[in-house]
C-alpha cells in the first residue's frame, strides 16, 4: 500500500487523533473522582495548616481519609456570606459530604468587579476559642497564587497563614508556599479595618502590625500576593466589623 | 542475549547517556534534582514515556505516513505523558504538584523524540522498547546522582529523611543554599560529564 499518499495520510492522521483522544478521555472520567478527592483533601489541609492545626508536612503524611476527619471534627460551622457579610447558607460539614466553596477564581473575579459575591467562611474550634479561616486568590507572577487566612476570635489578629501557587519561580516567588518563615510571619499581625490598605507586604521592614517583609527577589509575586490579600480582606471586612 | 541486544541496553546507560554524552533533557535534569523523590519519579516516569512511546511507534513504523511522522510521534508521545500526569495526579498527588509543570514537559524532552527518530522508526519492536527504556535509565541515573548530592548539602536530608546529624549543624554546619538551587545543578552535571571524559579518552575533542 501506498503509504504516502494525501487519501491515506488523512485517513491515518485522523484515525490516531480520534483513538488516542478516545483512550485519553477514558482514563480521564475513570480518574477523576480519585483526583478530586487528593484536590479536596489538599485544600482542607492548607486550612488545617493556615489554623495551625497540624504542619504542612503532618498533613501530607496522614492520608486523604484522615485529612477529612480532622476537618469534620475541628470545624464548628461553615457558611457562605454576601459582599454584604450576610450569610447566604450554610456548607456541609459532614465528613462523608464536605462541602467547599471551590470556585476562588469566579468569586475573584466577582470581587473586583462588584458584583455579588458568594465568599466562604470556615469556622473552626480548638482550645474552646474559634478560629475564622477565610480563602484569598489572586494573580501572582506567573499565574495563580492563593491561600488561606486564619484570624483568632478578635476578629483582626492572625494565627496564620497558608499559600499556594500554580507555576511561581522556584526558590523565589515559591518561597510563599516553601518558606514557613515567610508565612509565620502573619502570626500576631492584626488587619487593620479601619485603614486602607487593610494589610500590605511591604519592601524592608515591616513597620506596622498591619505590615509584613515581601520575599527578596519575588517583588511581583509579593505584590499579587499583597494584592489577593488586601482585595479578599476589603470583601469580607464588612462581615468581620459586624462581628 | 545477542551482543546487539546487550550493547542497545548498556549503551545509553553510561558510553552514551543521553544527558552527558548527547546533552539531552539537560532542562528538567536541572529542575526537578532538588530532591531525590521528585528525582526519582521523573526517572520512572521518563523511563516510562520513552519505552511505551518506542514499543507504540515501533509497532506503528511500516504503517506511518513518511510526511506526517513527526505529528504522529508526537500524538503518541503527548497520549503517554497525558496518561502519566492523570494517573500521577490520581495516585501521588503531592508528588505531582511538586513536579508540576515539568511532567507535561517530558514531551518536550529531547531523548524521548530523539530515540523515536534515530531508532524506533528503524527497528523491531522489542529492541526499540529496550532502547527506549535504557535512555530512561540513563537519563534517571545522572538525575539520581544529581539530587543526591543536591539534597545532602542542600538540605542535608536524602529521601526527605536527615541523615546529617544535629551534632554537626550544632557544631556550626550549614546547609549550602547555591546547591538548591539550578546553576548548581549544572556545575554538578558539568563535573559528571568532566569525570566521563576523563575514563572514556574517545569522547575528547582532538
Redesign the interface.
Known amino acids: 500500500m501506498n ?2 499518499s494525501n487519501v ?2 488523512v485517513i ?2 485522523t484515525l ?2 480520534v483513538l ?1 483522544a478516545a ?2 478521555a477514558f ?2 472520567m475513570t ?1 477523576k473522582p ?2 478530586d478527592a ?2 479536596k483533601a ?1 485544600t482542607i489541609s492548607q486550612m488545617l495548616c493556615a489554623a495551625q492545626f497540624y504542619t504542612k508536612d503532618e498533613c ?1 503524611a496522614m492520608g486523604n481519609d484522615k485529612v477529612l476527619e480532622a476537618y469534620a471534627s475541628n470545624i464548628r460551622r461553615a457558611f457562605l456570606i454576601d459582599e454584604k457579610g450576610d450569610s447566604l447558607r450554610a456548607l456541609n460539614t459532614d465528613v462523608k459530604n464536605i462541602e467547599l466553596q471551590d470556585g476562588l477564581k469566579a468569586q475573584n473575579a466577582a470581587i473586583r468587579k462588584g458584583k455579588s459575591a458568594q465568599l466562604p467562611v470556615y469556622i473552626f474550634g480548638k482550645d474552646g476559642r474559634e478560629i475564622t479561616v477565610i480563602p484569598c486568590y489572586g494573580a501572582g507572577l506567573w499565574g495563580p497564587v492563593w491561600g488561606y487566612l486564619a484570624f483568632a476570635d478578635d476578629a483582626k489578629t492572625f494565627v496564620g497563614a497558608y499559600f499556594d501557587h ?2 511561581e519561580t ?2 523565589l516567588g515559591a518561597k510563599i508556599k516553601d518558606d514557613p518563615d515567610f508565612r509565620a510571619q502573619f502570626v500576631g499581625k492584626q488587619a487593620d479595618w479601619a485603614s486602607s490598605p487593610v494589610f500590605a507586604i511591604v519592601k524592608g521592614g515591616a513597620a506596622k502590625a498591619s505590615e509584613i517583609d515581601a520575599i527578596t527577589g519575588a517583588t511581583m509575586t509579593s505584590k499579587g500576593l499583597g494584592t489577593a490579600v488586601n482585595t479578599w480582606l476589603e470583601a469580607y471586612k464588612p462581615y468581620f466589623q459586624k462581628k | 542475549m545477542n551482543a546487539n541486544l546487550k550493547e542497545t541496553i548498556l549503551n545509553p546507560i553510561f558510553k552514551g547517556n543521553p544527558i552527558t554524552v548527547l546533552v539531552l533533557g539537560i532542562c528538567s535534569s536541572l529542575a526537578v534534582t532538588v530532591e531525590m523523590k521528585g528525582a526519582l519519579v521523573m526517572a520512572l516516569s521518563v523511563i516510562i514515556v520513552t519505552g511505551v512511546s518506542s514499543l507504540i511507534l515501533s509497532l506503528l513504523r511500516n504503517t506511518i505516513p513518511n510526511r506526517v511522522r513527526i505529528i504522529v510521534q508526537l500524538v503518541v508521545v503527548a497520549m503517554m505523558v497525558i496518561l502519566v500526569d492523570q494517573v500521577l495526579k490520581a495516585f501521588a498527588y503531592s508528588i505531582d504538584k511538586q513536579l508540576s509543570v515539568y511532567i507535561g514537559l517530558i514531551i518536550t524532552n529531547c531523548i524521548v523524540m530523539g530515540r523515536i527518530e534515530a531508532f524506533a522508526l528503524g527497528n523491531k519492536p522489542i529492541p526499540s522498547l529496550l532502547d527506549g527504556l535504557a535512555n530512561g535509565v540513563g537519563y534517571g541515573l545522572i538525575l539520581i546522582v544529581v539530587a543526591f548530592f543536591r539534597e545532602l548539602f542542600g538540605s542535608g536530608t536524602l529521601f526527605g529523611v536527615q541523615v546529617i546529624p544535629n551534632a554537626l549543624y550544632e557544631a556550626g554546619y550549614v546547609n549550602n543554599g547555591l546547591v538548591i538551587l539550578p546553576p548548581m545543578a549544572l556545575i554538578l552535571i558539568g563535573v559528571i560529564i568532566w569525570i566521563q571524559r576523563g575514563i572514556q579518552k574517545d569522547l575528547q575533542e582532538k
Do not use: D, F, M
Request: charged share 10%; no cysteine; net charge negative.
Open positions: 503509504t504516502n491515506y495520510t491515518y492522521s490516531i487523533v488516542v483512550l485519553l482514563v480521564a480518574l480519585r483526583q487528593n484536590i489538599e501530607s500554580e507555576s522556584p526558590g
